[in-house]
T-cell receptor, first 114, second 111 residues
Framework: GAGVSQSPSNKVTEKGKDVELRCDPI?????LYWYRQSLGQGLEFLIY????????KSGLPSDRFSAERTGGSVSTLTIQRTQQEDSAVYLC????????????FGSGTQLSVL | GENVEQHPSTLSVQEGDSAVIKCTYS??????FPWYKQELGKRPQLIID?????GEKKDQRIAVTLNKTAKHFSLHITETQPEDSAVYFC??????????FGTGTRLQVFP
């Protein structure tokens, strides 16, 4: 089937605006991650969903960031009152289970805050 | 929580030479250590992983070694080729916990 799908692929916004980034994981995958990758930098963990468990939000950089995962499938990452330092590629990944399995990454959303 | 450090940040080698990338982790309970390769403009992809019950794993030209006592693991690429040029990320996790990545190593293989 299809891989992990993210939308939009690119988002340009003005400082102070809110943005929503969407992730469609592979069907049946119970684990879903959001990572942030700034230009030339590493993969910064943001949030992790596993099945019906409470999400691990320990990587969210501020209370302007939040994420939901509805029905154990689609996830939305919301950034409120965007700042220039939020500019980065936001990558979503899913895996079949949480038991240390291969992550399948989406192609990411390039967010630019002007 | 887990913290993963990775060295070097950049590595340049001549085609045919070997390349070694090293990572250390902080949580002695971590038991899963994958390596991901990210080519320019593409998404990261798993190339090899190792679990804490083994010390070494090989797959053709790539191998990973794990030293649990020292809390470090390494990626070894032999007979490097230009198509090995990419950013490589190590990672660590415990059971069903989140996967934490290192900061990445940019490998350049010159013909």
């Amino acid at each position: 089937g299809a891989g992990v799908s993210q939308s939009p692929s690119n988002k340009v916004t003005e400082k102070g605006k809110d943005v929503e980034l969407r992730c469609d994981p592979i069907s049946g995958h119970t684990a879903l991650y959001w990572y942030r990758q700034s230009l030339g930098q590493g993969l910064e963990f943001l949030i992790y969903f596993q099945g019906n468990s409470a999400p691990d939000k320990s990587g969210l950089p501020s209370d302007r960031f939040s994420a939901e995962r509805t029905g154990g499938s689609v996830s939305t990452l919301t950034i409120q009152r965007t700042q220039q330092e939020d500019s980065a590629v936001y990558l979503c990944a899913s895996s079949r289970s949480a038991l240390n399995e291969k992550l399948f990454f989406g192609s990411g959303t390039q967010l630019s805050v002007l | 929580g887990e913290n993963v450090e990775q060295h070097p940040s950049t590595l340049s080698v001549q085609e045919g030479d070997s390349a070694v990338i090293k990572c250390t982790y902080s949580d002695s309970a971590s038991n899963y250590f994958p390596w991901y390769k990210q080519e320019l403009g593409k998404r990261p992809q798993l190339i090899i992983d190792i679990r804490s019950n083994v010390g070494e794993k090989k797959d053709q030209r790539i191998a990973v070694t794990l030293n649990k006592t020292a809390k470090h693991f390494s990626l070894h690429i032999t007979e490097t080729q230009p198509e090995d040029s990419a950013v490589y990320f190590c990672a660590a996790s415990l059971n069903t916990d989140k996967l934490i990545f290192g900061t990445g190593t940019r490998l350049q293989v010159f013909p």
